[in-house]
């Protein structure tokens, strides 16, 4: 690329009208590269991730390693709010007291409930011998005594048969209440186990040795102290000693000018002087709003490093310049040397102490600058303000006629 003149020069220049400073800037020629930036974040390509474990719904975080954090596997990660299972562990050990001594008590005032209604069904198997023995056919026995004797013995085998139901539905229903009673110690001891084991799952910790990166939350931040989060969800991810990647979004609307294999130069955040190549590897296939904050939608991109510097580690900010296209050789003014005429784009190209309206093609453009074709050369000096003049511009050749 050939060398350019300084990007803007500030010159005094006595326009036809209002004798106004205008500022400058030279037409540069030479190649001309539109450049996409896109924010991105180093990502390894070996690592494994932090889920918040059952610890019986959503609970909050309480301490949580920052992202960058070096860790060996067994190194606490997070501690999660242990203040409900904890009570949920005293309660179990508590109704587990009471029904460890109820259930004796319940057996023993079962055993002195079927006692007497044994008893009682004693007394009317007595009862009904008695009435038996009385019945006889003897006609030396008046009739109506006869009837009242076997009407006697009626009665007391209904009796009998009353308390025997009675017996067994007695022993039926104690057996079924203190069975309750013997499967609600073992459910509460279950649970009791399990909010044990909860408990001792609310401290985090690291799958493996890596470096800790904090995963961001549907808000586009990373999980923090204070935040509720719930069994299942990713807080974290361990970086594992290896590759990198890079992981990128860009926005929909200019999803387009991306594509696989285009080269990319890699900025890592605090380190600008040490760029690094690389190639996209992958495009999303689904445009996503990145948070509930962010507006638009993006798309997402996976850039290969070519060469990884020493001082690039997971988690670190990054910015991804993306070649979209590139002109070897071209004429180049800033944006804001273009004025319009309706809908006719030229330049104010300073002549001697005036300027010249220059119609021009625009072709490609950046967010500074634009490729210009017209009857311009380079180091010419372009108005980069209104200088105040009246645009006389060629008249176009009419519609059906050679130019």
């Known amino acids: ?11 005094v220049a006595c326009g036809s009208r209002g004798g ?8 540069r020629n030479g190649a001309f590269e539109v450049v996409l930036p896109l924010a991105g974040t180093l990502v390894s390509q070996d690592s494994l991730p932090v889920i918040v474990p059952d610890v019986g ?29 904890e009570q949920r562990i005293v309660d179990a050990y508590a109704r587990l007291e009471v029904l460890v001594k109820r259930i004796p008590i319940e057996e023993a005032q079962l055993d002195s409930r079927l006692r007497d209604l044994e008893n009682g069904v004693a007394r009317c198997e007595l009862a009904l011998k008695r009435a038996e023995m009385r019945i006889t056919d003897s006609e030396t026995i008046p009739r109506v005594e006869r009837e009242a004797a076997r009407l006697d013995a009626e009665e007391a ?40 084991e909860q408990l001792a799952a609310s401290t985090v910790t690291a799958p493996a040795p890596g470096v800790v990166v904090l995963v961001e939350d549907f808000s586009g931040r990373p999980v923090a102290a204070g935040d509720t989060v719930y069994p299942g969800f990713e807080i974290a991810r361990i970086a594992r000693p290896g590759a990198l990647r890079v ?35 992958h495009t999303g296939d689904m445009a996503v709003r990145r948070s509930a904050v962010v507006p638009g939608k993006y798309l997402g991109v996976t850039v290969d490093l070519g060469q990884q510097a020493p001082h690039m580690r997971p988690g670190m ?26 809908d006719r784009p030229f330049v104010w190209r300073r002549h001697f102490g005036s300027f010249d309206a220059v119609p021009v093609d625009l072709g490609l453009a950046s967010d500074a600058r634009v490729v210009v074709t017209g009857p311009l ?27």
């Open 247 to 281: 992981e990128a979004w860009v926005p929909e609307a200019d999803a387009g000018r991306i594509r696989v294999g285009q080269t990319v130069t890699v900025r890592v955040e605090g380190h600008p002087e040490s760029p690094a190549p690389g190639t996209v590897s």
């Open 20 to 27: 106004r400073d205008v500022p400058l800037d030279a037409i």
């Open 157 to 196: 085998g209904l009796a009998l048969e009353r308390a025997r139901t009675a017996l067994e539905a007695a022993r039926l229903k104690g057996a079924a209440d203190i069975d309750l009673m013997r499967l609600d110690v073992r459910q509460t001891r279950a649970n009791k186990t399990r909010y044990e």
């Open 57 to 85: 719904g959503g609970t909050r975080v309480v301490r949580l390693l920052p992202s960058g954090t070096a860790v060996e596997a067994g190194d606490v990660v997070a501690e999660l709010d242990r203040t409900a299972l």
């Open 317 to 342: 900010t990054v910015q991804v310049d993306v070649l979209v296209d590139r002109s070897e050789e071209a004429l180049t003014v800033p944006r804001e040397a273009v004025f319009y005429e309706g």
């Open 1 to 11: 690329m050939s060398a350019f003149l300084p990007l803007v020069v500030l010159l």
């Open 377 to 403: 050369s380079a180091g010419d000096l372009v108005a980069l303000a209104d200088p105040g003049q009246e645009p006389s511009l060629p008249e176009l050749p009419a519609a059906g006629t050679d130019p």
